[in-house]
């Protein structure tokens, strides 16, 4: 079998197309799409074996915000350092086709989107991962990820348990010296 190429992959390029098909495979395009399209801020890794996709990441940069609260006055604050927003990328969806799982393409793809966290000068990398996705687990937990149990409010719906991951990529003396501004 031939290995998997991790790329990131961008409407100009012609894999996006190959990209589409595998996230309509894995049910994922009503997340990860926007009709269609990518989502603004978003960034999309593939493992590409020819000219299929057969596993990929989408992340997407944010300002890391606490939420509000009557301890911050009901207003939702960004964490800062230095009087800038401190960033996070989110990750947004996350598969590996069946035929192609527990051969190092999933690792690969959270590696190559922690890559670019850093890149991007952003202090964490984070996602939600939902209870019955033990795999994901396992990962996360080798990688270095931490871990916090939550419910995750599914609109219009019941909450589902789950646990939120973070790691930490890019951390400066400033940044331990955050501030809530």
């Known amino acids: 079998m031939m290995p998997a190429e991790i790329r990131e992959i961008t409407p100009e390029q012609a894999t996006w197309t190959a990209l589409v098909e595998h996230l309509q495979r894995v049910t994922m395009a009503r997340h990860a799409l926007v009709d269609g399209a990518a989502k603004p801020d978003t960034y999309y890794f593939g493992a590409c074996i020819d000219k299929q996709v057969i596993g990929h990441i989408s992340i997407r ?96 719906g019941q909450p589902i348990s789950g646990a939120y991951f973070v790691k930490i990529v890019y951390e400066t003396s400033e940044s331990k010296n955050a501030t809530l501004l």
């Not at 350092?81 to 999933?106: K, M, P």
């Open 61 to 156: 940069q944010q300002p890391i915000i606490v939420p509000a609260s009557p301890l911050t006055d009901n207003e939702a604050l960004p964490l800062q350092r230095d009087h800038q927003s401190l960033a996070e990328t989110f990750v947004q969806t996350f598969a590996v086709e069946v035929d192609h799982q527990r051969q190092g393409y999933g690792r690969a793809l959270q590696q190559a989107a922690l890559d670019l966290t850093a890149r991007l000068g952003c202090y964490q990398m984070r996602s939600w991962s939902s209870a019955d996705k033990q795999a994901n687990y396992a990962l996360k937990l080798s990688m270095g990820f931490a871990v916090f149990p939550a419910l995750y409010p599914m609109p219009g």
